[in-house]
């Protein structure tokens, strides 16, 4: 192969509100690659093939000096994420070629890797798409597992509301939920949304920006368990509606991420009703130890046998990324964001 353009997505500037595509992010065709060539100085050479788009990638495009649960990207250097591609050279030991690689990856078209440093050689014993590894058999899927086990503690007949509901975490979680018996409401911004996550299994389904959350969980209430995607005003409405005792699995509060936090003011809530809430981040050494394996025995098997359900939202052409990170931030997607950068 010639030499050809290594196009990237570069980190240009801190966003103040939603990333702005071209400004806040853009794609850059200014290096160039010489794939049969290139010095590979004991390493390995990557064809980047599908990247992964998640709400948190929006917490790392800030001030470096604000510590947070991730670490933020560097102004002028390229994203990062979630992604899977396809070894094309390799002076690596225990590397070869053709092997898929899984793990965090930039977004550019080629790379060279020096180790497997957060990297693993992707075991894909059912033949899955690639896709789904960044999606419901990757971190979003895990996260929805590791949570759902951990802190649900559901019992058949429970009552459980799931805010973002068609997302690759939602959708896990609905789906779980469907299989133990709960009675499920679910909420999604979108008639697609809600029609998908009315296929999972979700008894009562409503749009969220036409039918207020709170007068829902007022008629269809109480809940037993409360998964939050979403933070905000939906939080608000979950607390005013909570049975004694209830658990709240706190996974993400998109609401807040570009826009700042709306002020909860019924938080004293959790004392009266005895509330659990739970926090947590899918990166927790303890839940990966107690729930990674099992995760992985379980969860490809039933996607290839069809007994759980996914949707994916593909984004093609790695140019095409800066307005993908947009997109899932303000519900363009129906389902797992995903930048397919190449066809293997
Ligand atoms: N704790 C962890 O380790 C962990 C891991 C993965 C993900 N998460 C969190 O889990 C949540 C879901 O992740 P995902 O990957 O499944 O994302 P996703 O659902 O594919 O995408 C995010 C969705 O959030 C919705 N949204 C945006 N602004 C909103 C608002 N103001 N109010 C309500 N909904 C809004 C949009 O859908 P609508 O059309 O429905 O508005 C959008 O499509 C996110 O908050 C994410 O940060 C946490």
Known sequence: ???????????????????IPGKTTAYDETQTIDTDNVPLEGGFLVKILVISVDPYLRAKMRDPRIKMFTEAFIIGESLYNWAVGVVIRSEYEGVKVGDY????????????????NELEILDNTE???????????????????????EFSSAKKGDTIFVSGGAGPVGSMVIQFAKAEGLRIIASAGSDDKIKFIKSLG???????KITKTADILKKEGPIDIYWDNVGGETLEAALDNASMGARFIEC????????????IHNLFRIIACQLKLFGFLNTDPYLHEKYDDNFRQEIPKLLANGELQYTEHFTYGLENAPKALLDVQVGNNLGKSVIVVAEE
Request: charged share 15%; proline share 10%; aromatic share 16%.
């Open 101 to 116: 690689i899984n793990g965090t990856l930039p977004f550019q078209h080629y790379a060279i890797f020096k180790d497997m």
């Open 127 to 149: 033949k899955l798409p690639l896709s789904l590894y960044v999606g419901v058999a990757g971190m979003p899927g895990r996260s929805s597992y590791y949570g759902w086990k």
């Open 1 to 19: 192969m010639p030499v050809v353009p290594n196009g990237r997505v570069l980190f240009k500037e801190i966003p103040n509100g939603y990333p």
């Open 202 to 208: 979700a008894d009562v389904v409503f749009n969220y």
């Open 252 to 263: 993400g509060m998109i609401s807040g991420y570009n826009e700042s936090q709306y002020p």
